[in-house]
Every structure is written in structure tokens, then in C-alpha cells.
Nanobody
């Protein structure tokens, strides 16, 4: 059974940085398209960044130039480097692994950015 475990969430001041990690059981990361989503209170879950199994990244407009998604297939880990954080980046961040047969989700890690 595939499990995704997020870590790295914290309380940080605006302008600060955090690095989120998503560790997967097995080697699913090597062939899945991976994504980071966030959900703020009262809002729907939204895609923040994604990276294909081939390594092509994409970002939602609000984080372009500030966030960087990367993958380490050997370590079965995906990272999200978040710089110049803003209060509107606050939310629970979820890791997703998309395969042809199923989407897998982690349980999330809380990021809070204070102004």
C-alpha cells in the first residue's frame, strides 16, 4: 500500500522560507506525477506546484518565482522549497501522487505565515 508522508510545515514570519518534504513508501515517486496542494480554511484545495515523472515542473501563478518543486527518485521524496512566504500562503499542504490507476494523498502538513 502506498503511503505519502508530508513534513516541514511550521509557523514562519512573512518573508521567511520553509522546505516541505513528501516521503513515499515504495518507488512510486519515480513514475508518478507529483503535486503539492494547499487548502486554506474555508477554501477549496488548490494545486500549488506539480512535477511530472519526467521532471517538468509547473506552478500556480501566485507562487511563481517563490516556490520550487523538486524530486529525488533515489530517496522517494519530493520537496517544495518555499521562499518569500506571504500570509496568503497559509494552509494545509498536501502531497499527491498521480498514477494511471489511482491518486494517492498524504495527510498534510500545516504552514502558517504570520504578517
Amino acid at each position: 500500500q502506498v503511503q505519502l508522508v508530508e513534513s516541514g510545515g511550521d509557523l514562519v514570519q512573512a518573508g521567511g522560507s520553509l522546505r516541505l518534504s513528501c516521503a513515499a513508501s515504495g518507488d512510486i515517486i519515480s513514475f508518478a506525477d507529483m503535486g503539492w496542494y494547499r487548502q486554506a480554511p474555508g477554501n477549496q484545495r488548490e494545486l500549488v506546484a506539480a512535477i511530472t515523472h519526467g521532471g517538468s515542473p509547473k506552478y500556480t501563478n501566485s507562487v511563481k518565482g517563490r516556490f520550487t518543486i523538486s524530486r529525488d527518485n533515489a530517496q522517494n521524496t519530493v520537496h517544495l522549497q518555499m521562499d518569500t512566504l506571504k500570509p496568503e500562503d497559509t494552509g494545509v499542504y498536501y502531497c499527491e501522487a498521480e498514477t494511471t490507476w489511482h491518486d494517492y494523498w498524504g495527510r498534510g502538513t500545516q504552514v502558517t505565515v504570520s504578517s
